[in-house]
């Protein structure tokens, strides 16, 4: 470090702050905070910054956004809609997206932000999955994430909902209709929430309130809380050479991964710009104002919703008659089994985990995939379950677009949503298994160096290099994974307490899941190819050598 | 042959040999496929009528299916009473003669001419009458009222063709075509004839004047830019989504990768 004084204007800012609220102390720490480097830590950032763009593009929608139904004549530029009636929310959504100057860019803008939010958030919650990052310490701070990604589904749905156009009004209709699908209180809530009868008067502007205030408070309080313990924990790291539990290998945030921080804030801005520019989001001119009585043919939500929508298009037609009241099954079963079981799944993941595997060690070092295989299979299977879902929400525009019929890809999703995820299941926990192999093969035998010799037998073979010090680095930082220690029987055979009942065996069956797949780095050979053939000779030697993978 | 042993090891190898085997497969298959391109349909007024010449057409091209005196078989419906409106629009679209049945005729290049279809549409419509062929005068959109137009589309017509006429699917393999190349008389025709999956809107439902403000509304509506840049196809949130997750996160992703790199050091002497 220099011990150059800084120019005065700094020091005496610095110093301004720092006597009065001692900054100076708390910045040096917090300075020097070491980030790791690797692309898929800073997919959640993207969701940061789509935020505050969301924030900033927000704040100038309200200026013009009148959140009434009440109902006006337009009269504005675009003719096509000229003398047609609509609420004040359309009116002034169409004023904004043809008479603000900026407004149909900031509106794009807005739209495209959000759909990458949420796209953000995905990819981020996968990759903190599929690494195991959400493990002890970090725990609370995946709980929180799945709170922002709900209350950010739930933003994305109000916003879209407020312009009162055919399609909002449309999500509008199937969300009154899950409220009523609520067995008892189900007629009760919606004439709550709607202030009585659909679409009603009040709708609207109690949606806005929420969107813009509400909402928004809640995400940026758990924003802050999950970027401070994310601040006070340190972030994972992948393993590799001299990384351990311990340290944190990467850039010091001041000033390295500042620069890049705010350089990735201005990509996210870019890239929200270029599609605000160029590509057309929900065009609400062209789908028109909503009235009861008309919808289109494509009436979709927004993707984040598509595997709900996608839910509700394959449930079949099931209702129950019990003493004069209807449970729509066909309603309630989509609108709140897929996300109850992704939701509550993910949320409970990480208890299951350490429950099964007794692991209460604190883990700063990422998983590869790979070395995890029933938690990987696991994770692609939920993805194989929302995926198909989620197509399934698109199914009219499939049929169309591929010519097939669209009764043919309701039923073929009937299907697929089952059976698509056990083959996700199979073939994800086979992959895994291979490339642990191949990795162990990899680590005691060399890679193919891409040299083919001539023994003097004749015989062509390939040389093996041993591993580069680096790759083996991330190859040894395969965790074992440690399979719960057998209570056993006790002189009489009676097996000990822990491991009856139907808790007991529950959890010695998921402990089996765990750890029953896992090849072993540790001492040469593993489960691979136990047949002896000992040790190989480094490449250059030319001997004999065979690699079997498995 | 060098140059591939040397290649094929290395790290793009793979994606290159995927992304040429698509390429291939995708023009081996763009070849292969029928071109059913559609050209602009006739436009003209109808004239005096060869019934007889219609007639021997009829026989020559449409009888193997609707039978020799249109009276309809098991593959075919019955032509008597739909009227040389029908004609005009299965025939002026190369709908008729299909090229295969299905669950749906599509929209093809069409087979006869102008004078051809005029000729099988007086045939038709000597059999028993049914809905004429628009005047010109009757489908002229330019007076009438698309903000109307609009209400009635939407009312009417957007729960198959969609919002902005760009089709939608149906049941049974069935769809909704897309309005982007029907011509005003086209689109008149359809209302009054109801082809294939269509209901018929007749002139006490729709009337006519409310039939021109719909083609305003469709004419206008395909021929209007897209301010907001790139329409995505006008079909809705599923483009969309689709354009968020590949361009955007796609891009997104690029520039974490690149942000993220390390850079490759500089060699010295090894």
């Known amino acids: ?550 | 042959m060098k140059w591939i042993t040397a290649w094929r090891r290395r790290p793009w190898a793979g994606y290159a040999v995927v992304l040429a085997a698509l390429a291939i497969i995708g023009v081996a298959y763009a070849g292969a496929s029928p071109r059913t391109d559609s050209a602009q349909a006739s436009d003209t007024k109808t004239s005096e009528q060869d019934v007889a010449k219609g007639k021997a057409l009829f026989s020559q091209a449409c009888s193997s299916c609707h039978g020799m005196n249109a009276e309809g078989t098991k593959s075919a419906p019955s032509l008597i009473g739909v009227g040389a409106a029908s004609v005009d629009f299965q025939v002026g679209t190369g709908r008729m003669p299909a090229m295969n049945p299905g669950a749906q005729i599509p929209r093809k290049k069409p087979i006869f001419n102008e004078q051809q279809t005029e000729e099988l549409a007086a045939y038709i419509a000597s059999l028993g009458g049914g809905p004429a062929v628009p005047s010109a005068d009757q489908v002229d959109p330019s007076h009438a009222d698309a903000a109307l137009g609009g209400r009635l589309f939407r009312a009417n017509c957007a729960q198959c063709h969609n919002f902005a006429g760009s089709g939608g699917a149906l049941t049974g393999g069935k769809f909704a075509p897309s309005l982007d190349k029907a011509t005003p008389k086209q689109i008149y025709e359809a209302m009054i004839s109801g082809p294939q999956a269509m209901p018929v809107f007749n002139d006490t439902t729709v009337t006519p004047a409310q039939k021109r403000a719909i083609i305003a509304y469709v004419t206008q509506t395909r021929s209007e830019p897209n301010p907001g840049g790139n329409g995505l196809g006008r079909v809705g949130p599923v483009a969309e989504g689709l354009a968020g997750w590949l361009v955007g996160i796609g891009l997104m992703v690029v520039a974490a990768m690149w942000i993220t790199a390390r850079k490759p050091k500089k060699k010295h002497n090894d």
């Open chain 1, 1 to 550: 470090m220099s011990t150059a004084t800084p120019p005065k204007a700094i020091d005496g800012t610095i110093g301004f702050a720092d006597e009065r609220f001692g900054t100076a102390g708390f910045l040096r720490g917090k300075m020097k905070k070491v980030f790791p480097d690797h692309w898929s830590f800073m997919l959640g950032e993207i969701a940061l910054y789509s935020f505050i763009i969301l924030l900033a593009t927000g704040t100038f929608l309200t200026l013009w956004f009148k959140p009434s139904m009440g109902e006006v004549i337009y009269h504005g530029s675009y003719t096509k809609l000229d003398g047609v009636n609509m609420s004040e929310a359309y009116d002034s959504t169409l004023r904004i997206s043809f008479d603000v100057r900026g407004g149909l860019l900031m509106r794009q803008i807005h739209h495209w932000a959000a759909v990458l939010f949420l796209a953000s958030i995905m990819v981020h919650m996968l990759r903190v999955f599929f690494t195991g990052s959400y493990r002890k310490p970090r725990e609370v701070n995946w709980l929180i994430g799945l709170g922002l990604f709900t209350l950010g589904i739930l933003e994305g749905l109000f916003g879209y909902s407020l312009p009162d156009d055919l399609l909002s009004g449309t999500g509008l209709r199937i969300t009154q209709g899950v409220m009523q699908s609520i067995p008892v209180v189900g007629t009760y809530i919606f004439y709550f929430a709607f202030g009585g009868g659909f679409p009603g008067h009040d709708f609207i502007s109690r949606l806005y309130t929420v969107h813009v205030l509400l909402i928004p408070g809640i995400l940026l309080a758990l924003v802050g809380a999950h970027f401070m313990i994310l601040w006070h924990q340190g972030h994972t790291q992948f393993s590799g050479k001299n990384r351990t539990e311990k340290n944190v290998i990467g850039k010091p945030f001041f000033p390295v991964f500042m620069i890049k921080a705010g350089a990735f804030f201005m990509f996210t801005f870019a890239v929200t710009a270029l599609l605000g520019t160029f590509a057309q989001i929900n065009p609400i001119w062209l789908f028109g104002p909503y009235t009861p009585d008309s919808i289109t043919a494509g009436s979709q939500p927004d993707f984040y919703m598509g595997f709900l929508e996608g839910a509700l298009r394959i449930m079949p037609n099931w209702e129950t008659n019990l003493w004069g009241h209807t449970i729509p099954w066909n309603v309630l079963v989509p609108a709140l089994l897929p996300l109850g079981l992704i939701m509550t799944g993910a949320a409970l993941w990480p208890f299951i985990e350490q429950w099964a595997t007794g692991d209460k060690k604190i883990h700063n070092l990422a998983d590869r995939p790979r070395n995890a295989p029933f938690r990987t299979a696991v994770g692609m299977t939920a993805v194989t379950f929302y995926g198909m879902l989620w197509l399934a929400g698109g199914n009219d525009i499939l049929a169309d677009k591929f010519h097939v019929s669209l009764y043919a890809t309701t039923w073929f999703f009937r299907g697929a949503v089952f059976v698509g995820p056990v083959i996700a299941y199979v073939v994800t926990k086979r992959l895994c298994v291979g490339l642990q192999r191949s990795d162990a093969a990899e680590l005691h035998h060399g890679v193919e160096a891409g040299v083919i010799t001539m023994l003097p037998s004749g015989e062509f073979v390939e040389m093996h290099q041993p591993v580069k010090e680096d790759a083996e680095a991330v190859l040894r930082g395969k965790q074992e994974l440690p399979a719960i220690e057998d209570a056993g029987e006790d002189a009489n055979g009676i097996p000990a307490p822990s491991s009856r009942g139907p808790l007991g065996k529950a959890r010695k069956a998921l402990n089996n899941a765990f750890t029953a797949d896992d090849i072993s780095i540790g001492n040469g050979h593993g489960n691979g190819h136990g047949n002896g053939h000992g040790e190989h000779p480094e490449a250059g030697t030319g001997d004999h050598k065979e690699l079997s993978r498995g």
